[in-house]
C-alpha cells in the first residue's frame, strides 16, 4: 500500500494512479512488465506494434511509455518522436536489445526519448527508472503549478511590480505596474527601469545608488514619480536585489492617499492644539484673574465655587503650606504641602482646629498670627516662629468674604525662610566683607556703564585721579571717553577688545587727573553681562603705572641711543674698512700681479701666486666683515638692495635656498633708522635659521602700503615650541629674540614669532611710518 501512495501523482488537483504503456512486440515481455509493474503500484496498458501505442496514447494518455526501440511496423524512434511533438507531457523510457550500443543511447535521448534501457533488463533497474522518471514529472507537474499560482499572483496583486536585470532593463511587470506609470506593457518592456523613476530617487548619484542596491541586497524608501500626463504621485518602494540570478524585483505602491490622510490627519491635530492652546490660554487668563481677586480679597467664596481642576492642582503645587479655615479656626481644606506637614501627626485636617497644628493645643499662651484675621477681619503678614516646627516662618492670613462682604472664614498661607534668613545673613557679611575689601585696596576698582559713565568707585580710585571722595569722582566724569582717555581713540581699541574677548588685561592708557594733569594706568576689565547675554555694565581694577612708564621711557630711550651709538660705530668701521683696507689690499693685489710678470723663475711665481690667494682670501672675508658691521649700499643704495645682495650672499655661504620678494621699496625709501631696523631684524632672524633651524628654504618678503610695513621671515625648518621659549625671565631668553623684539618696538613696531615644533618658524614685524620713533607708545 505504501509503495502505491508513494507512486501517485496529482493532475488537476486530484490524486490518480500512474498509468503505464508498455510497448512491445514481444508478448512474454510485455507480460512480465506489466506484472512487475502492476505489482509496484501502478497502472498498466499494452499495445504490440508502434501504431496501436500511438492510438492507445492519443485515448489514454498515459503517464509513461514503456517503449521498444524495434517494433514490426514502424521505428521506435519514430513512435517517439511523435509522442513527444503531439503529447509532450507523456515520459517514453527506450528499451532495446539490439541498439544496445553507447551511440544508440545517445540518439535515442536526442530523438526526446527520457531515458534508455537496454535488453535483458533487471526488474529492479527498470522500477528504478520508472520511479525517477515519474518523480521528474511530478517535479515538473508541482513546479508548473507554483509557477502559474506564481504568476496569478503577480498579475493580480494590487501593488505594481518590475522585474528589472542587473542593468536595470525591465524582463517583465503586471498590470498594476503599467497602470501606475501610466504606459503600456511592450512600451516598458526592454527599456531601464531608472529611467522611468530617477528623476524622483533622491539618491546622490542614479548610477552608484544602482550599484549600491545591487552590493546590499535591497532598498526602501519613497521618491517622486513624474508620469507622462504631467502629473506627480507620491510612491513607496521596496526592492529585493538578485532574487534569481541577474533578476531584481521591484515592489511599488502609491502612497499619495495615505499622504493625503496623514496631511489630513495633521491638519486636523494642528487644529485641535490650536484649540488647546486657545483653550489654555483662556484658562491662564481665567488664573490670572483668579489669582487677582485671591490678592484683592474680593469674591474669594464665587472663585472657590468655580475653581477647576487646573486651580486644584495650582493650590496642592504651591511650596507654601496653605489652609482655609472657617471663623472657628477650623481647617476647611489644605493644600498637599500642609498636608505632609501634620497628617503623620494628626490624620486628616479638614474639621481640625489649626492651633493644634502649630501650637499642638488648642489653647496656646500666644495665639498665632492668623488669629487677628480670625477675630478682628484685619490682614496679617509677619515674620514669626511656632512651638511645634523648627526654624523661622513668614506667616500670612487673609479674610474670606462673600459677595455681600460679610467674612465667612481665613486663608492661611505659612512659607518656611529658615534657609533665606540664613543667606540673607551670610549675604549682609559677605556684602560688609567685600565693602572692606574693596574701601582699603591699595588699586582703584570701579564699575561703569557701556555708554561711558561710572556706577561706582573706591576710595583708591578716587585718590588716583585727585578727588576726595567716590562720589566727587563719578558726580564730575560724565562722560568717560571724553573726560577720562587722553585719546579717545584707546577708548575705541578697549571697547572692540572687550566686546571680542569679553574681558581686557593689562590694558595701557593716558588719563586725566582733577588737576588737568596726565598719569599712566594699566586696566583689568571684564564685561558683566545677565542670563540672556546682555551687556549690563564693566567693572575692573585700575593701577597708576606713571612711575613705571617713566622708567620704560628712560630705558627706551638709553637703548635707542646705545642703538644709534652702534649703528654709527658700525658704520665708521665698514666705511674705514672699505674705503683704506679695501684699496690697501687692492693695491697690494695689483703689485703681486706685476710682480709675478717680472720673476722668471716658477720657484718665485709660485710664491707670488701664493700671496695672491691669501690676500684675495683676506679681501673677500673683510667684504663679509663689512656686510655683517653694516654694508654700504644699505646707506648709498637704500635697503632692497642691500637685502638682496645679502640674501644672496647668505643662501650660497648657508647652502639654504632663499627667496626675497618686496614691494614699494623701489619707489621711495624708508627714513633711516627704519631701514636699519629692518636690515637688522632680517640679518637676526636668517642667522638663526642657519645656526638652530635645520631648514632646506627661507622666504622673505617685505611690502610697503601707504604708512605700514610689513615684513616676513619665514622657514620650513624643525620649528620650537615659541611658549615654552617664553617662559623664562627676559634675563635668561636667547639675546636674539629680545634683541630683534626691543630693535621693533624703538621704531613704533611690533614682532611676533609664530612656531610649531616640526613645522617651521615665522617672524612677523609690523611698523607704522607715521609714528614718531622718539616717542614710546
Known sequence: MSVIVQNTLRFGGMRTQPQ??????????????CTLLERAGYKTLSAKTGAECLRTVEESRPDLVLLDVILPDMSGADVCKYIKSNEPGVLVLNISGVRTSPMNEIEGLERGADGYLTKPIDGR?????????????????????????FRAVF????????????????????????ALLGIAKENILGRRFLDFVSRGLDWDDVELGWQDFLKEGHKSGEFKLYTQDGSIRDIEYDAKAAFLPDRNLWVLRDIGARKRAEQAIQEAHDQLENKVRQRTAELMEANVSLEQEIADRKRIEEALVAATTTWEQTFNAIPDQLCIMDLRGLILRGNKAMRDQFEPLHGDLVGLDYRLCYCGTTTPETDPPCSAALSNGVPVVVETTFPVLEGSYLAAAYPLRNGSGQQWGVISAVRDITERKRVQAALKEAEENYRGIVENAIEGIFQSTPDGRFISANPALARMFNYDSPEELISDRKNIELDHYVDPNRRNIFKNTIEEKGFVRDFELQAYRKDGTVIWTSENVRAVRDDSGNLLYYEGIVEDVTRRKAVEIERLELLRRLVRAQEDEQRRISRELHDQ???SLAALLLGLKSLKNLVKSDRGASQIQRLQDITSRIADEMHSLIRELRPTALDDLGLYTALSNYIDEWSQRSNIAADFHSNGLLQTRLEGQIESTIYRIVQEALNNVMKHAQAQSVSVI??????????????????????ELMKPPARNRRFGLLGMKERAMLVGGSLNIESTPGVGTTVLMHIDTTCDILEVA
Open 125 to 149: 533497474t527498470l522500477l528504478a527508472h520508472v520511479n525517477a522518471l515519474l518523480r521528474i514529472k511530478r517535479t515538473e507537474e508541482a513546479l508548473r503549478q507554483a509557477s502559474g499560482q
Open 702 to 723: 617685505i611690502e610697503r602700503r601707504e604708512s605700514r610695513v610689513s615684513v616676513i621671515v619665514e622657514d620650513n625648518g624643525i620649528g620650537f615650541d615659541v611658549e
Open 155 to 178: 498579475e493580480s496583486t494590487i501593488d505594481a511590480m518590475l522585474v528589472v536585470d542587473d542593468t536595470s532593463i525591465c524582463i517583465d511587470l503586471n498590470p498594476a505596474a503599467c
Open 581 to 583: 683696507m679695501g684699496q
Open 20 to 33: 503505464i504503456l508498455v510497448v512491445d512486440d514481444s508478448d512474454d515481455l510485455r507480460r512480465v512488465f
